[in-house]
């Protein structure tokens, strides 16, 4: 598994299936044969740099422990933090997350978003 760090790969992300729970967002999309690749994003309006990092690590850890099982091969992943999602158990963080793999492979993302 290697980890995003370019832009374009995560607004090519973005124009790929989205999958809404309550402490993150799904983003998935195929990368012409690139491997399982994962991104994360926490924006400013979550909280302070200490509440940011800490959403990361826990996404960290959510991800290298789910994706080698259920993640989508040669496809990348990209989670953004949600307002609850530092505070959600992290059991519960991993049940939603296997729920929004497995719907994402089933090519079952949610509507898209209205523009501005």
Known sequence: MSVLTRRADFLAANRGLRIARPGFVLLARANEGQGLRFGITVTKKIGNAVVRN???RR?????????PVAGLPDHDHVLIGREGGVERDFGLLRDELSAALTRAAQG??????KRR
């Open 54 to 56: 800490r959403m990361k």
């Open 59 to 67: 996404f960290r850890a959510l991800l290298r422990e789910i994706l």
């Open 108 to 113: 079952k993302g949610d509507p898209p978003r």
